[in-house]
Each structure stands twice: as C-alpha cells, then as structure tokens.
T-cell receptor, first 114, second 112 residues
Framework: GAGVSQSPSNKVTEKGKDVELRCDPI?????LYWYRQSLGQGLEFLIY????????KSGLPSDRFSAERTGGSVSTLTIQRTQQEDSAVYLC????????????FGPGTRLTVT | QQQVKQSPQSLIVQKGGISIINCAYE??????FPWYQQFPGKGPALLIA?????SEKKEGRFTISFNKSAKQFSLHIMDSQPGDSATYFC???????????FGKGTMLLVSP
C-alpha cells in the first residue's frame, strides 16, 4: 500500500514569509508525528497527533510553529515568519496506533529559508 | 534525561566486514529500541528493533545486541555491502510515551 507522503518535497522561502508543509499518513494510521532533521543532527521531535488532537506539542521550538490534523488523516505544519534557523528537513511519520511503536516515515520536506 | 548517545559519527568498513554502531541511553523507562536506516533524500526506514526482554535479535545480516545493565545497545551489520552505505539512527521510546528519542546518527560507508 501507499506509504507516508509529504509535500512539497522542497520549499525555498524568504525570511519572514509563512510556509505550510503537508503530510498524508498511511491510511488507517491514527498516530502522526512531526520531526525536524537539521544537518548533522538527529531527528528532533516536534509534535504528536492522536486522531485530530495533539496531546504532545512539547517539541515545537517557538510559537511561530503550529500544526493541525483534520479528519484523522492529513496534517499541516505551519511555520510563521520563517527564520534562517528554520532551514531543515521536516519529516512526518505515522503509526497504526499510539500503542504500536513502529513509526513509518515520509520522504520529508526540505525547507530552505533565504 | 531523554538522551540517546550514538557513536561513532562516521564509519568506513570494507566490503565483507562487520559494521558496529553503538548507542547508550539514560532513561530506564525506555522499553523499545529501533534502528533506522536513511539514504540521502529519503526518510528513515525502520530496520530492526528490540525490546529489553531479550539480549539479541537477528534479522538477516543485521543484529541488535542489548545490554540492559549497561544501558547500551548496538547494531551489527555482518558481511557489509556497498548498498548498506547510509546513515543509521538508533532510537528509544518508553511505554506510554508517544515519541521516539533519536541518536544523532552514524554515516556508514562500505568501500568496495
């Protein structure tokens, strides 16, 4: 079946602009996660959704970052007033349920803020 | 502390050799330890995972060794192949905790 998909694959934006990144999880997966991967760094957790609610948003680095999930499926990560330090690969993952540890990742969106 | 420390940062192994990557953790609540493989331009892919009730798990050429008392686990890649050249991440998660905590990754190069 189809895996996790993300769009766009690449995004170049000017400092100060807002961006929206989209994630389509594996069909039927109720848990969805956003991570950020910076050059030479591991994966940094941003936010976790169970259904449409976000019980854990502890990783969002500032109030410029927000995310929502609708219909228990698609999720959008929004970064307002982008800064150069926001440049990274943003990865989305999904799992069948929060009790199932296996997370399946999408290909990521590479964000470059100029 | 939720850290997972991974070493080495990079590794060069000859074809046919054994690649070994190590991770150490601090949180004794962790009870799930996966390894992910990532190729350039791709998302991480789950490779193999272990829970602390066993000391070793083997899948093909990939083996996880787990030492609960030392709070360490490692990935062994036997008969390493050039196609194994990728970045490998260890991770850990605790029951009831929703997310994975990742190590910083090891870039493996298997020379032909």
């Amino acid at each position: 079946g189809a895996g996790v998909s993300q769009s766009p694959s690449n995004k170049v934006t000017e400092k100060g602009k807002d961006v929206e990144l989209r994630c389509d999880p594996i069909s039927g997966h109720t848990a969805l996660y956003w991570y950020r991967q910076s050059l030479g760094q591991g994966l940094e957790f941003l936010i976790y959704f169970q259904g449409n609610s976000a019980p854990d948003k502890s990783g969002l680095p500032s109030d410029r970052f927000s995310a929502e999930r609708t219909g228990g499926s698609v999720s959008t990560l929004t970064i307002q007033r982008t800064q150069q330090e926001d440049s990274a690969v943003y990865l989305c993952a999904s799992s069948a349920s929060p009790g199932r540890y296996e997370q399946y990742f999408g290909p990521g969106t590479r964000l470059t803020v100029t | 502390q939720q850290q997972v420390k991974q070493s080495p940062q990079s590794l060069i192994v000859q074809k046919g050799g054994i690649s070994i990557i190590n991770c150490a953790y601090e949180n004794t609540a962790f009870d799930y330890f996966p390894w992910y493989q990532q190729f350039p331009g791709k998302g991480p892919a789950l490779l193999i995972a272990i829970r602390p009730d066993v000391s070793e798990k083997k899948e093909g050429r990939f083996t996880i060794s787990f030492n609960k008392s030392a709070k360490q686990f490692s990935l062994h890649i036997m008969d390493s192949q050039p196609g194994d050249s990728a970045t490998y991440f260890c991770a850990a998660s605790a029951s009831g905790y929703s997310t994975l905590t990742f190590g910083k990754g090891t870039m493996l190069l298997v020379s032909p």
